[in-house]
């Protein structure tokens, strides 16, 4: 029962901190009206994916929690790439900082990298399932780097 909570709580945090942003500022998304880079999807698609990549987000950390190997240096990365996380949107859609977004997302790129490593050393799967948030912050800093020369 103490792993389900751990679990639980592990999940929630990312899902609820990302969907306050995402109504934040939903009011200021603008996305429909800027020109796009090929390969760009629809918007209908990021609340999805960003759903799931905070739901293994939170497993991975769980993993690290539940079996007691979670220090103060791994919370540290998780943490501080969860805050660069949640900056993005806003500096990208409410204050419409792209050049800045261009090389915060790259940034966030690097902490997820760190975390990858810091987690796989301490558990593999916890690392592993970290790899589609990179593979979609790669994709996310192709968009961004391109809607800011495109626009």
Do not use: C, H
Request: cysteine-free.
């Amino acid at each position: 029962m103490a792993n389900l909570k751990i679990y639980i709580r592990s999940i929630l945090i990312p899902v609820i901190l990302g969907g306050i942003v995402g109504f934040f500022i939903s009011g200021f998304m603008n996305y429909s009206s800027l020109e796009k880079p090929l390969l760009a999807p629809p918007s209908i698609l990021f609340p999805i994916v960003w759903t799931i990549l905070y739901i293994l987000m939170g497993v991975s950390y769980g993993r690290l929690e539940s079996k007691s190997l979670m220090d103060s240096k791994s919370k540290f990365i998780y943490y501080l790439q969860l805050f660069v996380n949640l900056l993005w949107p806003i500096f990208f859609f409410v204050l419409k900082w792209r050049l800045f977004s261009s090389f915060w997302i790259l940034l966030l790129v690097a902490f997820v990298f760190l975390m990858i490593i810091d987690f796989y050393q301490k558990d593999k799967l916890s690392g592993l399932l970290q790899i589609p948030y990179l593979l979609w912050s790669i994709f996310a800093t192709y968009l961004t780097i391109s809607i800011y020369l495109l626009n």
